[in-house]
Every structure is written in C-alpha cells, then in structure tokens.
C-alpha cells in the first residue's frame, strides 16, 4: 500500500522516477576521477539553485546537521547571537546555538506570524558596540508555514556587522532566494526538499566574509570543519566517505532543475499555495498564516476542535492513502499541514483536497461537497491554456 | 563505463541488485507508523550483527561522523584519552578526541604492524588512579589492512575502568566481533563495508555502562546527542530527517546478512583474504600484513618502486577497468590495497588477481603469467564440492 501513498509532507517529498533511477547506478570510487567530475558538478549546480559565487560544501546529514555545521564553524562560545524564531525550527536553531557555547538572545514572534523586520532592525540598531555577532533566522518556518522576508530584514539591518545566517532547508528553490545579491553569509539547506530527492544531504553556502569569520573561530569541530571540507574540495574530494548514491541523485535533480528552470519551479511551488489556500478557504477552513507571509512549502490548517486535526490525518491516511503532516509542539491535534513541495503534481493535490473535503464531511463537518474542489479546479484552469488545436 | 567497473575498494562497496531495487521504494513519512516499524526492524537488526543487546543508534553521516559522535557523547573536555593508532584512522580518532578538548596520549605502533596488547596493559596498569577515562582503538585499521585482536586487549585491559571504544567502520560483519561478551562500551561502524549498502549511514552502539558516563559527560553536541536519539527511538523516530532509501537498503541488508548467517559471512571473508593473499604472495609480491593480523576487508601489497603503486593502479584502471585503493600519506605510492568487503564474488577477485598479473608483466614486472591465478583456483577449488552430481 505504501508505494501508492499521496506523500505531501514538507519533507520528504516525492522522488522522480528519473532520479530513483540516477540513484541505482553503481557505486564508484569517492577519490577517483568520476567522483571529483560529480562533486564538481552538482557543487557548481547548487550553488546555482543558491545565486551564489561564493562558497557551497555538501554533507552527509540531514537539515539539522547543516545547521549545527553553520554554528560550530561561524560561532564561536561566548559570541553573543540574535535568534529570530517564528516557530519550531527557529526554536531548534537557537538550541543548537547555546549547546555550542553562544550567548543566544531569543526574539520570539508568535506562532503563525512573520518576524517583524522593523523590531529585528531597532534591536541591531541598539548594539551600537557591535556585539551581537550572528544573526540566525529561519527563512521558511516549516512548524507554521510562514516565511519571513529575508531580503527586507537584511536589507534594513545591512548596517550590522553580525553575520546573517538563515535556515533555507525547506525554503531553497520552493521560494526566491538570492545568496549574493540578498547579501546572506551563510545559508543552510537539504536535499529532501525542493530538490527532490531522499533526505541525507545537507547544502553549507557560505560568504567570503563568513569564511574570515570561521578563521578566527573557536568551535570544536571535525566532521562539520569548513576549513576541511574547502581543502578536500580543491582536490575534488570530501573530508569522508560521501553517500554517492544521493550525490547521483542530486546531479539528476539539478538537471531536470536546469532543464525546468529556477524562476518557473518558484512560480509553480507559489501556485500550489494559491491553490491550496483557496480550495481550503472555500471548505470555510481557517488558515494559519496570512497571505502575505504564506509559504510556498507548506499550507497549515486549523481544524475544528470537534473534529480534531490528528482524528481527521488518522482518517485520509487509513481510508485514502493520504499523507499530511500535522502539528509541532503547541500546535499538535490543532492544524494540519498540506506539504507541496518539490515534485508534486497539481492533479495529486486536487484529489488530496477532494479527499480532505470527503474526510471532513465524514467526520461530521458542515460543508457542500465539491466547494474547495471547485475552487481549485477554477484555479488550475486559469492556468490551461485557452484552446486546445483541433486536428 | 563505470557501471561495468570490477570496484575493489575497502568501502564503499559493490551493491546487489536487491538492495538497489529497495532503496527505490517511495518515500514515506519519517514521522508515521510504517517507518517506526522500519526503524525498529532495522535497529534490532543492526544489533544482532553487533551481537548487542545494548543500545543502537543510526546516524545519517559517514562512519567520521559515527566516530565523532563516539567522542562528543562519552568523552568530556579535559577528559585523558589512551589513543592507540596503527594507521591513518586510529590517528584520525585521536585528532577528533583532540578537537573536542580531550587530553590524548597517544600510542602508536608502526603502520603494517598491529598494536601490542601487552604494551597497553602496561600503560593501563601504570594508570592507578584511573585517570585515562577512555580507551580508543581502530578494529580494522583501513589504511594498512591489518586488524587489532581487541578480544585479547580487551580482556587484558578488563580492570581498568576506563570505556573501551571501538572503531570498527570496516571491520563488522567482515571480522569477528561480539560487542556484548568481549565488553565494548562503544563501537561505530557504517553503512558502506560490510553492510553492502551505500555510504550514508553509521551506526553507534553503546554500552549501558557508556550510557551513564554520558549522562555526566560535558562537551557540546546537538546532532550527535545520544540522550535525544533514544529519547526519540522509543518513539520510532529519530530526531531529525533520517535518509529512508538508504534505510530500505539497510532492511534489505539485514535481511541477507540474516539469510547468510553472520558465521558465513565473517568466514567468507577470510576465505577471501586467504585466497588473494595466497595469490598475490604467488607472484612474489611482498604484504604489507603478517598472517595473523592480516584484515579480512582489505589486503594491502608493496608494489616494486621501479613499477610505481600508483602507476600500477593507473593502469588496471585505464586498461581493465579495476578500480583498488591506492596508500595513505606515507604508504602512497607504495603500495595498493585490494578491496574484499561486502559483497564480493570469489570470481571477481580472481579476475582482478589476474589482471593484476597482466598490469605488472606490462610494466615490467618478471613473473611467470598466470602464477597468481593458479593459487587463487588451487584456493577456490578446495572449497567447492567434490564431485557434481551426474544426470
């Protein structure tokens, strides 16, 4: 049964046929020739997806290992940092910030909501002494579905020394992010994502002003050494042994990302969020995030208290095959989340808002069938074109 | 080209068809029902091959990050360290004990040879007040192809109390190892050895005993945090995005080295070192290893200067297409190391063997062809049955 599960979480996400296959290759030696053309390859091809000329290492990890790498290699202990947290992930960011010895300041922003660029801007303005050294913030807030505007929080605190770090694992190519021209010096992201293929990879992009930052740092590190990774790059190798089935799978989801274009996989990850939430508002369902900081990743959902949101997932995954996520922490039994990233196609999230709409009904929810199908269907046809060519 | 590569290498490893087929499966969730299960399978699988009935974690890393979280889990700063290093990574598991702010005495041995069992007692027992807190010890030293009798050392060393921690990436399932009756604390291994499936994962086992010293334990960690990791395996979870392909490749694994029998597969390997040992001594080549501490994963061979080791593996690469680890820092150029880990087939190595005559008559070696060859069938022969039945 599993094999024909509608998968829309916000990680891991559907694989491609053709990068299931990539993945199946043989394995081949990692200091050989074949492999430094790969590593080089999909180094240069990330640091695409990422707008960045600057400096791009690949680990063996997940997400959050990226983001512990982001720490022991650009935060020293006792570096004072700012952490901007809009939700779960904000919050494991900065845990990982103070068990590396940082003085972390939290700034919480309720759940659900955006961080506000203005108060993020009076706050670094304050530090006159220049003594906040990091900022970390988290680009698409995956626990809530909110993203922040990164390019607007950094374009108002430019005048700051700290360095800007932003965790983009479930934002990079769901949502515009431009490394250089936005000025961030370290961004973090994942393979099992936008991307497209299994989680086990994480993505290090980081500025040359962040790699000054690193050279006079004090963290313990090995595995996560950026000095390290550089070196072995040089050479067209990693400092350990990489997992080369994902780093074939890679190089195929690069490709077919070259081949789609970056600006078109925006547009499309946008789509579906338009899609989602009207079909959803249309079920008289509440959203969680506002539209203008709604993310492309990712749609959370209130769902009655009488229903119960992890009554209503138990239901479309026992009766229809149906994968949704549902609440972190303090939002657990209360939303679900709808994940529509990487490769997803919108006929699949039509049936899954059929299905939710079924569901729902089923449950004892007051609803005319078909009103969020409608909705998404009006959608979707808005974006056919106008005739078909007749033979 | 690469897809009909002889790979020889002491990891990572040829794949079987079967595992490559699993790790194709769809995607699901990491947070639901059909992983935990997967999780909890996979987990009491690894374990037997441990022969543990302790505690197991699985990592999304390579057996680097398995040995870094060996250090930041049960090693604390200022900790005194006894580092025993035969080769490269007995001197890389120092280094990482060194960056986490251990105090490492290290003891080395000459690389080719394998550690004194006695010396160490000595040092131990020189140690009255139990200062050393831990000892680290490489089982399979990669970079030479010899293994350390940890047994031996182990039971010679059994009154100290200082934990035993093992650095066995290469070395399980190939060689004998039995973590519970010898009484290891701690012992990594990885994904891409004897396990057949690519890199991407590594596992850490852990003593009940290593547990409570972690409790204590200070240095900083967020990723490699065991607490966290068992906190989240009694729910079958783990606390991050776990890579799942390579964890369907890990059941299929588990399952053949079930179907096997690890008796099987650890006599397999020695047939294997056996075999090619015997061989390439027929060809008047010089081993780096003295019989009883020859590794069962890798045999390594000093190549005749004027030939060049390098230039030797040059040309079983270009011409037939083989692919055999070259030296490691002061062994480069000198020797090469031939791969017989996982899933090898006899007939494999025997066609290597004999292209390894060929490159070194091409290069001028004087041997009289098909030497080698012979002793790997005299080998080979006096395994397979004796007669065939007739029809």
């Known amino acids: 049964m599993t094999g024909d599960q509608y998968l829309l979480l916000p990680g891991p996400t559907p694989i491609p046929e053709r990068i299931i296959r990539a993945m199946g290759k043989s394995l081949i030696n990692h200091r050989g020739p074949e492999f430094r053309e790969l590593l080089l ?14 400096n791009l290492l ?8 990226g983001l512990e790498a982001a720490v ?72 809530t579905g909110v993203f922040n505007d990164i390019k607007s929080i950094r374009e108002l605190t430019a005048n700051h020394p ?4 932003v965790d983009a ?48 740092s004090t963290n313990c590190r090995f595995y996560w050494d950026v000095t390290q990774g550089l070196k072995y790059l040089e050479k067209g190798q990693t400092h350990f042994t990489p997992p080369i089935s994902l780093y074939y799978g890679l190089r195929e989801a690069v490709n077919m990302m070259q081949e789609e274009g970056l600006e078109k996989i925006v547009l499309r990850h946008r789509q579906y969020r338009d899609m989602v939430r ?42 229809m095959n149906i994968i949704i996520a549902g609440g972190q922490q303090q939002m657990d039994d209360v939303i679900i989340r709808i994940g529509h990233l990487g490769y997803v196609r919108n006929l699949d999230l039509l049936a899954v808002l059929a299905a939710l709409e079924m569901g729902l009904l089923k449950m004892g929810y007051e609803l005319e069938m078909g009103v969020g199908v409608k909705k998404a269907q009006e959608y979707l046809l808005q974006k056919l074109p106008d005739n078909l060519e007749r033979r």
Chains 1, 2 share one sequence.
Request: aromatic share 8%.
């Open 41 to 54: 390859e999909v180094t240069e091809g990330v640091k695409q997806v990422y707008q960045t000329n600057q």
């Open 58 to 65: 690949i680990y063996p990890s997940s997400g959050s290992g």
């Open 72 to 143: 022991v290699n650009f935060i020293s202990p006792g570096d004072k940092v700012l952490a901007i947290s809009i939700g779960a992930f904000g919050d494991r960011f900065a845990t990982i910030a103070e068990k590396f010895g940082a003085r972390v300041e939290k700034m919480n922003f309720p759940w659900g909501q955006a961080a506000d660029a203005q108060a993020i801007k009076t706050r670094l303005d304050e530090d006159k002494n220049g003594e906040i050294k990091a900022v970390l913030i988290t680009h698409n807030e995956t626990s």
């Open 162 to 165: 700290a360095l800007f770090i």
């Open 169 to 216: 694992v479930s934002s990079l190519a769901a949502l515009e992010l431009k490394m250089d021209e936005w000025n961030l010096d370290v961004v973090v992201s994942g393979s099992q994502k936008a991307f497209m293929i299994p989680p086990g990879l994480s993505f290090l992009a980081f500025s040359d002003r962040a790699l000054t930052v690193h050279q006079h």
């Open 278 to 319: 009207s079909s959803v508002k249309a079920m008289g369902l509440k959203l969680v995030a506002a539209d203008e900081s709604a993310s492309t990743a990712v749609t959370s959902v209130y769902v009655p208290e009488s229903i119960g949101a992890n009554q209503l997932r138990q239901y479309l995954y026992e009766h």
